[in-house]
């Protein structure tokens, strides 16, 4: 082979400098106890001096608690000391998922550190998709994946793909193998494995593959043929010539290419041989000039082998550091398993409310700045963080507390027919969207001769312990200005149920506004047709889709583990006029990737309230002509028989 055949170093790109350390000096020295002074006699008393009134103590405002700083994160504990130890003036991350599948609520951890830690110290971040496996990638993920990081309120400074580099991937792999740092491998998967000490947990002894010391030039011809369409998938691969003694299983020779006859979605049939992900990350790491290359613990060992190929090929070496990480119990995230739920029509689809893909809790009604902050709570440590779905609610149903309107909403109504008012009595009653933030404003819903109220608000028979309405006993209407008292109910005899209650308005026929005040007040909703009021709806509920902790550990497999009543349907919900404004004034609230987003055009997952009482709700996309769909996000506090 020519001399000229071999292909000179790339530039090794230069490395930005360190910050010394400083370490201020400690002191501990004790200060020496006092010694005791001798008593003295005791003074005789002078009179007090009289004290003035206390002071009357201003109760606290009824409002949530302060939210933990969005960037605290980034201020303290693991990504505070990464960026210690690289403190580069220009901060350039990248987050590069594979697009062959949808991300799920463990990508959010990754997406808000790399994008977050490169927006707090004022650098940018890269979406690069790991193009590099054509028979498993699909357009769809491209756009899901991109939708999502906008919605969770990050742009990135550049779209690109592994597949930019593949005519610079392979040249590197050309100047490794003439560095005699590479070879061409033909043995089988089963000898490969025997190679590296057998079947995962055998220890058995390692060897070397029997084509590691052919002649680079061989290797080199031999990787031409590959490319060329010499070989079938799996006769042959270029693999790395690493350190077999080594402890570290990433350093047993990685395969660094492989050939797959599946054509690209960018580089058409242009390449029959395409870089595994060992060959390919660092590399794309160096070419963008990534300064902290931050990913999960699972790549804490692939570090040795990032910084051994950078060093390889002579490029510049960015920084690889790894965090825990995020993993939801009582729940699948796994693509495999996740495509079995989908195809097998246990769920509705890849977007189903009950998953934890991030379509899907976009769907549900959660908003990104709760994703977000639920993140932050969490922290980030090296640790892995295994979560329950409890505590993921609890997370979002704060956030929900502090940032959208209230509404009253029945999920079982029946009607009540208060006898001692005119048929055709409106009055306009005044409600606030918050009662602790008066920035969200009120509106008006029509109190009626006939309303509706949930069902759990009756009882046939009263109990002491009972405080809604009963025969005989009254119950305040939300707002409405006097209470009313029930006198009589109709029953459907075929099933049972109560269909109407008969009830008196309890104004004082003198005309005065003295009333004895209710223990207890109801949601309710007018009946006017001229108000459009009630509107109807059919209401969604989500219980967790599998009923224990670890769904893969259930006897027979993590499908025997489906709670039948994971999902829960109102088709007959009644709710109140309000809807109405709420979904003009939308989205709720104006955060993150939602924040921009003109009125009137936010998706239908914007129209977030609190449903009295009940829970937090927003519409789903299937509210269409006309028709009303909610889904209920979270329950109003954490249902201790959830799962059962």
Request: glycine residues 6%; aromatic residues 10%; charged residues 30%.
């Given at each position: 082979?020519?001399?000229?055949?071999?292909?000179?170093p790339?530039?090794?790109?230069?490395?930005?400098?360190?910050?010394?350390?400083?370490?201020?000096?400690?002191?501990?020295?004790?200060?020496?106890?006092?010694?005791?002074?001798?008593?003295?006699?005791?003074?005789?008393?002078?009179?007090?001096?009289?004290?003035?009134?206390?002071?009357?103590?201003?109760?606290?405002?009824?409002?949530?608690?302060?939210?933990?700083?969005?960037?605290?994160?980034?201020?303290?504990?693991?990504?505070k000391s990464?960026?210690?130890?690289?403190?580069?003036?220009?901060?350039?991350?990248?987050?590069?998922p594979?697009?062959?599948?949808?991300?799920?609520?463990?990508?959010?951890?990754?997406?808000?550190?790399?994008?977050?830690?490169?927006?707090?110290?004022?650098?940018?971040?890269?979406?690069?998709?790991?193009?590099?496996?054509?028979?498993?990638?699909?357009?769809?993920?491209?756009?899901?994946?991109?939708d999502?990081?906008?919605?969770?309120?990050?742009?990135?400074?550049?779209?690109?793909?592994?597949?930019?580099?593949?005519?610079k991937?392979?040249e590197?792999?050309?100047?490794?193998?003439?560095?005699?740092?590479?070879?061409?491998?033909?043995c089988?998967?089963?000898e490969i494995?025997?190679?590296?000490?057998?079947?995962?947990?055998?220890?058995?002894?390692?060897?070397?593959?029997?084509?590691?010391?052919?002649?680079?030039?061989?290797?080199?011809?031999?990787?031409?043929?590959?490319?060329?369409?010499?070989?079938?998938?799996?006769?042959?691969?270029?693999?790395?010539?690493?350190?077999?003694?080594?402890?570290?299983?990433?350093?047993?020779?990685?395969?660094?290419?492989?050939?797959?006859?599946?054509?690209?979605?960018?580089?058409?049939?242009?390449?029959?041989?395409?870089?595994?992900?060992?060959?390919?990350?660092?590399?794309?790491?160096?070419?963008?000039?990534?300064?902290?290359?931050?990913?999960?613990?699972?790549?804490?060992?692939?570090?040795?082998?990032?910084?051994?190929?950078?060093?390889?090929?002579?490029?510049?070496?960015?920084?690889?550091?790894?965090?825990?990480?995020?993993?939801?119990?009582?729940?699948?995230?796994?693509?495999?398993?996740?495509?079995?739920?989908?195809?097998?029509?246990?769920?509705?689809?890849?977007?189903?409310?009950?998953?934890?893909?991030?379509?899907?809790l976009?769907?549900?009604g959660?908003?990104?700045?709760?994703?977000?902050?639920?993140?932050?709570?969490?922290?980030?440590?090296?640790?892995?963080?295994?979560?329950?779905?409890?505590?993921?609610?609890?997370?979002?149903?704060?956030y929900?507390?502090?940032?959208?309107?209230?509404?009253?909403?029945?999920?079982?109504?029946?009607?009540?027919?208060?006898?001692?008012?005119?048929?055709?009595?409106v009055?306009?009653?005044?409600?606030p969207?918050?009662?602790?933030?008066?920035?969200?404003?009120?509106?008006?819903?029509?109190?009626?001769?006939?309303v509706?109220?949930?069902?759990?608000?009756?009882?046939?028979?009263?109990?002491k312990?009972?405080?809604?309405?009963?025969?005989?006993?009254?119950?305040?209407?939300?707002?409405?200005?006097?209470?009313?008292?029930?006198?009589s109910?109709?029953?459907?005899?075929?099933?049972?149920?109560?269909?109407?209650?008969?009830a008196?308005?309890?104004?004082?026929?003198?005309?005065?506004?003295?009333?004895?005040?209710?223990?207890?007040?109801?949601?309710?909703v007018?009946?006017?047709?001229?108000?459009?009021?009630?509107?109807?709806?059919?209401?969604?509920?989500?219980?967790?889709?599998?009923?224990?902790?670890n769904?893969?550990?259930?006897?027979?497999?993590?499908?025997?583990?489906?709670?039948?009543?994971?999902?829960?349907?109102?088709?007959?919900?009644?709710?109140?006029?309000?809807?109405?404004?709420?979904?003009?004034?939308?989205p709720?609230?104006?955060?993150?990737?939602?924040?921009?987003?003109?009125?009137?055009?936010?998706?239908?997952?914007?129209v977030?309230?609190?449903?009295?009482?009940?829970?937090y709700?927003?519409?789903?996309?299937?509210?269409?002509?006309?028709k009303?769909?909610?889904?209920?996000i979270?329950?109003?506090?954490?249902?201790s028989?959830?799962?059962?």
């Amino acid at each position: 082979m020519d001399e000229n055949d071999r292909l000179e170093p790339a530039a090794l790109l230069e490395r930005p400098k360190k910050d010394a350390d400083v370490t201020e000096p400690r002191t501990n020295g004790e200060k020496p106890k006092p010694e005791k002074a001798p008593k003295k006699p005791k003074a005789p008393k002078t009179a007090k001096e009289p004290k003035p009134p206390p002071v009357k103590k201003e109760k606290a405002p009824n409002v949530p608690a302060a939210p933990i700083d969005p960037e605290s994160m980034f201020k303290e504990g693991f990504l505070k000391s990464v960026h210690n130890e690289k403190s580069s003036e220009k901060v350039v991350t990248r987050f590069p998922p594979e697009p062959n599948g949808f991300l799920h609520i463990g990508h959010s951890k990754a997406i808000a550190i790399n994008f977050g830690f490169a927006r707090y110290h004022n650098g940018v971040c890269y979406l690069r998709f790991d193009d590099t496996n054509p028979e498993a990638e699909e357009e769809k993920y491209f756009t899901a994946i991109e939708d999502m990081i906008q919605w969770l309120g990050f742009t990135p400074y550049k779209v690109t793909y592994s597949s930019d580099n593949f005519d610079k991937l392979y040249e590197l792999a050309e100047f490794l193998i003439k560095k005699d740092g590479a070879y061409i491998c033909h043995c089988t998967d089963s000898e490969i494995k025997l190679q590296k000490g057998g079947e995962k947990g055998a220890a058995g002894p390692r060897y070397a593959c029997p084509h590691r010391d052919r002649p680079w030039e061989e290797s080199l011809t031999e990787f031409r043929a590959m490319k060329d369409g010499k070989y079938k998938p799996r006769e042959a691969f270029l693999r790395m010539k690493q350190d077999l003694t080594d402890g570290n299983p990433q350093m047993w020779d990685l395969a660094a290419y492989r050939i797959l006859e599946k054509p690209h979605h960018k580089t058409g049939d242009k390449w029959r041989i395409y870089p595994t992900y060992d060959f390919t990350h660092c590399l794309c790491d160096s070419f963008e000039d990534i300064s902290h290359s931050l990913c999960t613990t699972e790549f804490q060992l692939s570090r040795v082998s990032y910084e051994w190929l950078c060093d390889a090929v002579e490029v510049y070496k960015p920084m690889q550091r790894e965090y825990g990480r995020l993993n939801l119990t009582g729940t699948v995230l796994s693509k495999r398993k996740l495509l079995k739920l989908v195809e097998d029509r246990y769920v509705r689809g890849w977007d189903d409310p009950r998953l934890y893909t991030l379509i899907a809790l976009r769907r549900r009604g959660i908003p990104p700045g709760a994703i977000l902050s639920f993140v932050n709570e969490l922290g980030v440590s090296t640790a892995l963080t295994n979560i329950q779905i409890v505590r993921f609610e609890q997370s979002i149903r704060r956030y929900l507390e502090q940032t959208v309107p209230r509404l009253m909403l029945l999920l079982d109504p029946i009607a009540v027919v208060i006898d001692n008012l005119p048929d055709d009595y409106v009055e306009d009653i005044e409600l606030p969207f918050s009662p602790k933030d008066p920035s969200f404003g009120n509106h008006t819903v029509p109190f009626t001769k006939t309303v509706y109220i949930d069902r759990t608000d009756f009882r046939e028979v009263d109990s002491k312990d009972f405080f809604r309405l009963a025969p005989g006993k009254s119950v305040g209407l939300l707002k409405v200005p006097f209470p009313i008292k029930a006198t009589s109910f109709e029953k459907d005899e075929a099933t049972g149920l109560v269909t109407a209650v008969h009830a008196q308005y309890e104004k004082p026929e003198d005309g005065s506004t003295a009333f004895k005040k209710p223990k207890t007040y109801i949601q309710w909703v007018g009946s006017s047709p001229a108000h459009s009021s009630p509107i109807k709806a059919e209401v969604r509920t989500f219980n967790p889709l599998f009923r224990s902790e670890n769904p893969d550990a259930a006897e027979g497999g993590y499908l025997n583990d489906i709670n039948p009543n994971s999902e829960e349907i109102y088709p007959n919900a009644m709710i109140e006029t309000g809807l109405g404004e709420i979904k003009q004034r939308a989205p709720w609230p104006e955060e993150e990737g939602e924040k921009d987003v003109k009125k009137g055009e936010a998706g239908w997952e914007t129209v977030r309230f609190q449903g009295l009482r009940v829970g937090y709700f927003c519409m789903d996309r299937d509210s269409e002509g006309g028709k009303v769909v909610l889904n209920r996000i979270v329950s109003l506090k954490e249902d201790s028989g959830k799962g059962s």
